[in-house]
């Protein structure tokens, strides 16, 4: 594994306000205080309306913060970059390109990709597309399509990966593979990780620390460090009272505030 | 899978032959038999000439090398022995006219001429006629490329920037909408040659539904696609030309089709009004000269050079939106 030197991320008394239609302004986030290291494997998990997608837009550059800032290695991020890749739920290809113009799209804009062609391949086989570099994303399955978003991300060699739920539209067997994949990606790049999922499950097996948020007021509620090694069992006694505690925050979080959806 | 296959096998090997791939030779052996066999009609007074006869024998041939070339190949027999009906019936019609005009004389000869008086026009006049289509289509490059170019631009700059959307967009729905030929009587009189006048007419036909649905594409683009872009380290022109355009690929295409028919009738309206050149002007003033034969001969030029116009488009938007196959059919 390589050890990660850049990609620590700060954000300092982050606020971030939105105006519904009905002209009231929602909290969906407020004063937010944390540190992710570098190399650090994050998930972000909590109710609806939490703010926990808001987290990683701003984190992106997608959104400003209305107060404080997130920071990388120290630089204030205010726009979207390279150095942070982005993964949706849906894969959201480009559906004019094929799988291989798609993963080579970053390098190609930023005018790389004669340096770095040989890499578009490694990461083809690396998400395991082999053999379908020429399909059009119509042609994928969701799993499929979701990879090749992956290695699209990847391509840059980002120091963070903010990853939207990921695995949320697939089903229960491709998401297990899917995450497994991950953990190996992760472990070989060092890439910063910051997750946000519905799922408790996922949260614990793949995170080294799990920011459980709560939605009124959103803000994160606990921080959860998972101190268990890798790979790690889904059915172990470690793993399952860990999932009892996260679900009894959760539930706990819910009830106080009279949210009746969460997970 | 085999065992499914051999069937079809051994009846590809005893159907070598199908029946319909005679349709068209018959119709058309029998169009020449009632131009050969039956008299003209008393009143038909014009000296008769060959090209019709030529071109029946013509087609026979052709006709029954393609039933030969059917016999040994299935994509061509498959092809052929489909469109039969179709072909026969074509030479059917052409039959029909021939006793209706030469023969019988059902319809007055001096608008319907029969096909032989149209095939003399292409012998006669054909070199001409050429002339006057090749000045037309450069009439009509000039005026189209203008018009996309511009459409294509002013269609990115409205529907990408909400200033430009602000300013042109109101220019764009009053002036849009007025049919170009409307202008004819003013762009006459603002150009200096009547090719630049009618160059611009068909410029400004192409030019507005293009902006329109180039504009109506870029706009409506998911945003998830800027979003994706912009986090692998795209910026604004890359926005634009490597995903706005793209996607709205499909759109532009819809508009470039309107555009092109709105084209063709800019055209044929700018000749027939003032232009002193070209296929639209030779039709007019053959018309004036009540040679409808020539009139005719006319059209169908302009039928076939237009209809081959808008299948190179398709060929051009197939490629392009190639990657559209199985997404959506239209």
């Given at each position: 594994m390589v050890e990660p030197s850049t990609g620590n991320i700060c954000a300092e008394n982050l606020r971030k306000e939105f105006i519904r239609p009905d002209g009231q302004t929602v909290v969906?986030?407020?004063n937010v205080n944390v540190t992710i290291k570098a190399g650090e494997f994050v998930s972000l998990i909590g109710?609806?309306?939490?703010g926990k997608s808001t987290f990683l837009r701003l984190l992106a550059g997608l959104s400003k913060p209305d107060e404080g800032k997130f920071t990388l290695d120290g630089v204030p991020i205010t726009a979207p970059g390279y150095e942070r890749g982005l993964v949706f739920?849906?894969?959201?290809?480009?559906?004019?390109?094929?799988v291989y113009d798609n993963i080579a799209f970053g390098i190609k804009i930023r005018n790389i990709y004669h340096e770095k062609k040989t890499e578009v391949q490694d990461l083809i086989r690396l998400v395991g597309?082999?053999?379908?570099?020429?399909?059009?994303?119509?042609?994928?399955s969701g799993g499929m399509a979701q990879r090749a978003s992956l290695a699209r991300a990847l391509v840059n060699h980002p120091k963070v990966l903010l990853l939207d739920?990921?695995?949320?539209?697939?089903d229960a067997f491709t998401r297990m593979n899917m995450q497994d994949e991950l953990i190996k990606i992760w472990r070989e790049r060092g890439t910063t990780m910051v997750m946000v999922t519905h799922d408790v499950d996922e949260a614990i097996y793949l995170s080294d620390r799990i920011f459980v948020m709560s939605?009124?007021?959103?803000?994160?509620?606990s921080i959860i460090d998972v101190e268990m090694g890798r790979?790690?069992?889904?059915?172990l006694p470690d793993f399952l009272r860990l999932r009892a505690r996260i679900l009894q925050i959760l539930d706990f979080a819910g009830k106080r505030e009279e949210i009746q959806y969460y997970l | 899978m085999q065992q499914v296959n051999q069937p079809d096998k051994k009846t590809e090997k005893t159907n070598?032959?199908?029946?319909?791939?005679?349709a068209p030779t018959l119709s058309a052996v029998l169009a020449l038999l009632v131009h050969l066999l039956i008299p003209n009609s008393?009143?038909?007074t014009l000296k008769p000439m060959p090209y019709f006869t030529i071109a029946l024998i013509f087609i026979i041939a052709v006709t029954i090398a393609f039933a030969a070339l059917s016999v040994f190949s299935r994509k061509i027999r498959e092809k052929y022995a489909y469109k039969s009906w179709f072909i026969a019936a074509v030479l059917l019609v052409l039959n029909l006219l021939n006793i209706a005009t030469m023969?019988?004389?059902?319809?007055p000869a001096i608008y319907f001429p029969n096909p032989d008086r149209i095939l003399k026009v292409f012998a006669d006049d054909g070199a001409f006629m050429l002339k006057c289509l090749g000045y037309s289509l450069r009439l009509l490059a000039t005026g189209y490329i203008i018009g996309a170019l511009a459409g294509m631009t002013t269609g990115i700059l409205v529907g990408w920037s909400k200033k430009w959307s602000y300013w042109v967009n109101p220019l764009i729905k009053i002036i849009g909408p007025?049919?170009?030929?409307?202008w004819v009587p003013i762009a006459l009189v603002s150009f200096p040659t009547s090719f630049s006048a009618s160059a611009f007419l068909i410029a400004l036909a192409v030019w507005f539904p293009t902006t329109v649905l180039t504009s109506s594409g870029i706009s409506n683009v998911q945003n998830s696609y800027f979003e994706v872009s912009s986090t692998l380290g795209a910026k604004t022109l890359h926005k634009i030309f490597k995903v706005a355009l793209p996607a709205a690929a499909p759109s532009i295409f819809v508009g470039i089709f309107n555009g092109t028919g709105a084209s063709f009738i800019t055209l044929m309206t700018a000749e027939m009004m003032g232009?002193?050149?070209g296929i639209g002007w030779y039709i007019n003033w053959q018309k004036d000269m009540l040679s409808y034969a020539n009139v005719y001969a006319g059209l169908i030029v302009i039928a076939i050079t237009f209809s081959l116009i808008i299948t190179l488009l398709f060929r051009v938007r197939d490629r392009v939106l190639g990657w559209q196959k199985g997404v959506i059919k239209w």
């Open positions: 969906a986030l407020n109710p609806s309306g939490c739920q849906d894969p959201t290809l480009f559906p004019w390109l094929t597309l082999d053999g379908f570099e020429k399909a059009y994303p119509h042609q994928l739920e990921p695995f949320g539209a697939l939605a009124r007021p959103a803000r994160i509620d790979p790690r069992g889904r059915d | 070598r032959f199908d029946l319909r791939t005679l008393p009143r038909y023969k019988l004389m059902l319809l007025i049919p170009s030929t409307a232009v002193k050149y």
